[in-house]
DNA sequence: CTTGCGGCTGTAATCGATTACTGGCATCCT
DNA sequence: AGGATGCCAGTAATCGATTACAGCCGCAAG
């Protein structure tokens, strides 16, 4: 492997003028053009392990997902990479499965890597990113709030939820039922409350009866439909509160009667109860028509970007107090297809 | 932050013998028994920076895939992912979207942080992973075959269209077009081949006009669609090669007349032709009945867990010529839903 | 008693790049 | 002219862990 001193040897250099001249120091022109072509014709590139150790920090972020198999994270993670790789930062995705220990363990790896800076999405309220903070890493949050001092980056999941769950109601739904996430996560409670002040406004009821907390994948929207079935009266529509839930939704109903209810009113030709159906996130991969469903879109990739963003600036130094952003996001859409 | 010799002050002893103690060599029981202590008390952990420099690789392996926002390439991750943390390996994944050029920072960024290794899957058949070879480093390629000789992990893609087409015929569709991705990557080739094969054993024709060479995302699925079903005489089945065109293919279905075709024969009460739908890939996500289609589904998982294991003998040392291992699979499946 | 050997431990070199510090040289001011 | 100032380049210290090497001790054999 060429070393620095290899170019600073073919160059006629010493290794300093060679590291200057490589980060944009200072240098006499007709050196550093020496040092140019030495770096060519050795086809050198610097150890970034020894440039790390001596930085006290790499130019790669970590990016501290709970699902990678989610496309909502996917997406942040596809704007996180966009932001950081223009500023020359390379990102690294870490999968934590919501499991607080391995989100400790990649958390411990990109501390001991010395990575710039992290971008999480916690499993939980309070995750194990005390000792990052104090030793002054960058660190910031997103999706999820969390009770750290630190940057934040959230939906206003209280007006997505009720955004969604009006719209069902200007559909003419009236008995609208709610699945949400785990109680432990404040997107699930968040998006749950919107849900209930949306019936409220709208003079209807909210039926605890009506909310359920399943899980935030696939099999926890299929289940809970047949919970929600199963109370009288049954639901005419149901809000399912993130993208994988709303998949469960509507896989069942496509397995019971073929799909969603576009309104509630007598067309009720096919055979059993059909339910209107709302989501808040897009649906990924949709495989049938989703121009009944009410969507309620997020935009994860600017979230992404955003948060990217915001940890650039602290790496970059900035010290100002922690910040809580709110990710703004569209209006909901009706039967728009993302193709 | 507290170093190595932190401990070693604490603990009474040199910092060969925290080292010593920390990996395992032989150090007296009572020693190791303080510097553990010393360890536990000011909570130490080994900077890896300063490790890697040293050992001249890191614990970490580089995932590089083409495009993370694919189920099939993040069930992958998952795999690697498994296999890696059980052997002490952390995983970091980068993405490629298939441009040579991104593939080519992303391996370069693995080598100059001196990562153990690199799993890729690679845009095209000559990725620029030489550098790396010459260098030692462990590589591993999977998905799509390259022209370099280093271990590569694939699917039997010749026996994978081969088998959707079969089951498409053994339902009776006789006229079956084919979607398949870029003529430059070996898997939309290999599956293709597969195609035409099927229905030559079946002694049925292999029309050119029904070949289609779209992209390998859903609007290529989705738009080819237009395409064959312009051709005449049309399909009546379609088989879609990997598993974000077929889900183009069903969404396209879904809103033209609600969905694929079970069989062909009379059942032709809907509005305008209605074809069968094969897909080699599971299904991320659907949204609708897959009872219809016929999947042949993959287990990326497996994939990633077996080049893992690949790739961690190499990096043990390991350096039995380059193997080319075949990733079985099971047989394929009709309406069967993964929930 | 001496020599030899094996098992531990400590000292210091090492990995490769960055950068504080020092000194040489030229310019500029009084 | 003499001194101050600034710019650049080179030397060597530094980041923190690993490990080659050397030294020490104790035991066994001669």
Same mark, same amino acid.
């Given at each position: 492997m060429t070393r620095i001193i290899d170019v600073a040897r073919r160059a006629g250099v010493s290794t300093a003028t060679v590291s200057r001249v490589l980060n944009g120091k200072n240098v006499r022109p007709e050196l550093a053009a020496a040092v140019r072509d030495a770096v060519g014709e050795l086809g050198y590139s610097p150890d970034r392990t020894a440039r790390s150790l001596r930085r006290r920090h790499s130019e790669v972020i970590a990016l501290v997902l /709970?699902?990678?198999?989610?496309p909502f994270f996917t997406a942040v993670a596809r704007g996180v990479e966009d932001a950081a790789l223009e500023a020359g930062y390379s990102v690294v995705l870490c999968n934590t499965d919501d499991r607080r220990d391995k989100e400790e363990r990649y958390l411990g790896v990109a501390d001991d890597e010395n990575m710039a800076g992290v971008i999480l999405a916690p =499993?939980? =309220?309070? /995750? /194990?990113?005390g000792r990052l903070v104090e030793r002054g890493r960058s660190v910031v949050v997103i999706d999820r709030r969390v009770t750290h001092d630190v940057d934040q980056v959230t939906f206003d999941n209280r007006a997505l939820g009720f955004r969604a769950t009006k719209a069902l109601v200007d559909r003419g739904f009236r008995r609208i039922a709610c699945i949400t996430g785990p109680e432990t996560t404040s997107t699930a409670v968040d998006r749950a409350e919107g849900w209930r002040d949306a019936l409220h406004d709208a003079g209807l009821v909210a039926d605890d009866g009506l909310l359920v907390h399943a899980n935030f994948r696939v099999d926890g929207g299929y289940e809970a439909i047949g919970t929600l079935l199963g109370r009288s009266p049954a639901p005419d529509a149901v809000l399912a509160t993130n993208n994988l839930a709303g998949v469960g939704v509507l896989r069942a109903l496509a397995d019971r009667h073929g799909g969603p209810a576009p309104a509630p009113a007598g067309d009720d030709g096919s055979a059993g109860p059909v339910l209107g159906v709302g989501v808040v996130g897009d649906l990924p991969f949709a495989t049938s028509r989703t121009s009944d469903v009410v969507i309620v879109p997020l935009n994860p990739r600017d979230l992404g970007v955003t948060a990217a963003g915001l940890l650039l600036e602290r790496i970059a130094g900035s010290d100002a107090p922690a910040r809580q952003l709110i990710q703004e996001t569209e209006d909901h859409r009706e039967g728009v297809r993302p193709v």
């Open positions: /709970p699902d990678v198999e989610n =499993a939980d =309220a309070t /995750p /194990p990113i």
